[in-house]
Every structure is written in C-alpha cells, then in structure tokens.
C-alpha cells in the first residue's frame, strides 16, 4: 500500500511552480503533487482558498516558500483537520510593521503605471531583487540569476501588484502555530535578509513538532541556492509526515 501523502506546494513573490523544482524532481513518481499559484488573488486568504480546493479529498502536507509561507499557515487555518504537515521555507508568522507596508506600497506604485512604462519599472525591480535574495557568493551565477528574471517575467507586473497586496494586508499567525500539532519543518538561509533566520527560529519555537534548519551560505532563495541541502532536509520531513499519517490511520481503524 502507497503511504505517500499528498504535497501541496506554493511559490514565493515573484515565482513559479520552478521555484520548487530541486523537490519536485527529487520525489517525483513518488506522490501526489500540486504546485499552486500564488499571484493570481490579492488576499493571503482567497490563495488559500483555491490551492485547497485543487487538492484531493482527505489529509494532505502544504509546504509554502517565502510569500508561499504565508498562504500555507493561511490553509492550515482553513482546512483545519486535513492538514498533516507543514513545510515552512525562508518566510515569517508575523504581520508586515506599517514600515514594511510602505516600501511595498512604493513597489506597488513603481510598476502600476501605464502598460509600458510598468512593464519596464517592473523589470528593473526583478533585477533590484536579486543582490537581496541570494548569498554574496551567488551574485555571479547567471543560470540562477536568469531564472529568477524569468520566473519574476511570467508572474508579471499586475502578478507582482497582488502578491505585495496579499502580503501587506495578511494576518499574524504567531496564535495559529501552537494548535498545529503535525511534524513541521523550518528551513531558512543563514543569511536571509528577506526573512532573517531570527523569523524562522521563532516559528519553530512556537510548532509543537518542528524541525529548525538554517542552510548555511544561503540567502532567502535557499532551495536553489543549496538545493541538495534543502531537498534533503524536506525528504527527511516527508518520511516524518508520512510516518505519522500511518500511525494515525491505525489509529482509527482500532478505535
């Protein structure tokens, strides 16, 4: 019998399903996968909403990068039971400061001008991003680099515009955390000046069974940055998620 449970995965600002791709490729075959977007609502809230409803029926694993983070608590609060574990990528549980609200109110401004000159304002912030996102050391690495630009091109600028609107606008889920009693996982870059480790340390602080890994010489972009770390430490979550789902299953099938 096939124990594997269903994964839920969602992309950060700016990404698509490739985001995932080093995970996707590693387990592939292996279990039921869906890899949802996450730029096309405004709220935290309706992304979770529609990446709930494009998983099968029954207990399912979310695991959420950056942006994703946020939207994966978010379908823990609403799909309540079903949820069986929680992957938690380079994000944060707490609500923007109204400082952090203005500068993506800035973005927001930046690219959502006239068609032209926003497509053009928007390039020039994707490429802004990248000397943020990835370790020092990545800075010359053209093939990361090029995918970013090119995933941050398919969200595209209107894309871009929702996804700060959902993120400035979400909840704190600091109360959330303590009620998920399902093997976690927290993984963040050393040197994430998105989301700093700080952030990742006080999410796993408040899980009651959660994993802690800092990926050393990384960025916010920790799963391409060291995918062979970061795909080992979720490998090892899945086996831990997996495990749980059958002791659960006997449970009820004694009681």
């Not at 995965?9 to 292996?30: K, V």
């Not at 990926?215 to 490998?235: C, D, K, N, Q, Y």
Request: proline share 4%.
């Amino acid at each position: 019998m096939n124990h594997a449970t269903p994964l839920l995965l969602l992309p950060g600002l700016m990404n698509d399903a490739r985001i995932w791709n080093p995970l996707t490729t590693a387990i592939a075959g292996e279990r039921t996968l869906h890899v949802a977007d996450t730029h096309r609502q405004g709220s935290i809230a309706e992304s979770a909403r529609d990446a709930i409803a494009a998983m099968p029926a029954g207990p399912f694993a979310v695991a959420g990068f950056s942006l994703g983070g946020y939207v994966a608590q978010e379908v823990c609060r609403q799909a309540g039971g079903r949820i069986v574990g929680l992957g938690l990528l380079d994000t944060g549980a707490r609500a923007d400061t109204e400082e952090v609200k203005q500068a993506r109110e800035r973005m927001i401004q930046s690219v959502d001008g006239a068609e032209g000159a926003g497509a053009a304002t928007f390039g020039q912030v994707a490429q802004g991003f990248a000397a943020r996102v990835v370790h020092a050391s990545r800075l010359q690495d053209r093939a990361l680099l090029h995918l970013l630009f090119d995933m941050a091109a398919k969200v595209g600028s209107q894309g871009f515009v929702r996804q700060q609107r959902a993120a400035m606008n979400r909840l704190d889920t600091r109360e959330l955390l303590p009620l998920l009693h399902v093997p976690a996982i927290v993984v963040c870059g050393r040197e994430d000046q998105i989301t700093p480790f700080s952030q990742s340390q006080e999410m796993a602080s408040l899980l009651p069974d959660a994993e802690l890994v800092a990926v050393a010489e990384a960025g916010h972009m920790s799963i391409l940055e060291r995918p062979a770390t970061v795909v080992a430490a979720l490998v090892r979550w899945l086996q831990r998620v997996d495990a749980a789902a059958v002791r659960t299953g006997q449970r009820r099938a004694s009681a």
